[in-house]
């Protein structure tokens, strides 16, 4: 595990030049309208100034959890219990419907309840789930 490790550290700075040239470019060719220009300058310049020390020490942080999660002893096995669903191709199909038919009417949003009430009645569901 310590290979893992020490392939992850090194992998990381040796990225990190290549990260902190993409944050450059990224930086530098923001569109206008997204930023002003004298954020978009300052962005520029503090990133070139200071982005090193930021992704070094998000490096350091990465290693970290990653030593701490990869190492940890007597944990509980997840297990997840597989269920089969009972919905079926025609329930989706149903739903989609019903989907399209908002869209068709130009309805932008709809409200949990409404939804509830309209797959109840739809579905025939008589006890909450």
């Known amino acids: 595990m310590t290979f893992f490790f020490i392939f992850f550290m090194m992998t990381s700075f040796v990225l990190l030049p290549v990260a902190?040239?993409?944050g450059i470019i990224?930086?530098?060719t923001k569109k206008a309208d997204e930023?002003?220009?004298k954020n978009k300058t300052l962005d520029l310049i503090l990133f070139t100034v200071v982005g090193p020390v930021i992704l070094f020490l998000d490096i350091m942080a990465d290693g970290f959890y990653?030593?701490?999660n990869n190492f940890r002893t007597g944990l509980n096995k997840i297990v997840?219990?597989?269920e089969k669903s009972r919905i079926t191709n025609r329930?989706?199909?149903e739903v989609t419907l019903v989907c399209k038919?908002?869209?068709e009417s130009k309805i932008k949003s709809v409200s949990t309840q409404q939804?509830?009430?309209i797959f109840r009645v739809q579905f025939r569901v008589l006890k909450h789930l």
């Open 91 to 93: 329930t989706l199909k």
């Open 101 to 103: 038919q908002f869209t």
């Open 35 to 37: 930023v002003s220009s």
């Open 80 to 82: 997840v219990q597989h």
């Open 26 to 28: 990224d930086k530098a």
């Open 115 to 117: 939804l509830i009430k």
């Open 20 to 22: 902190w040239i993409l």
């Open 66 to 68: 990653f030593w701490e």
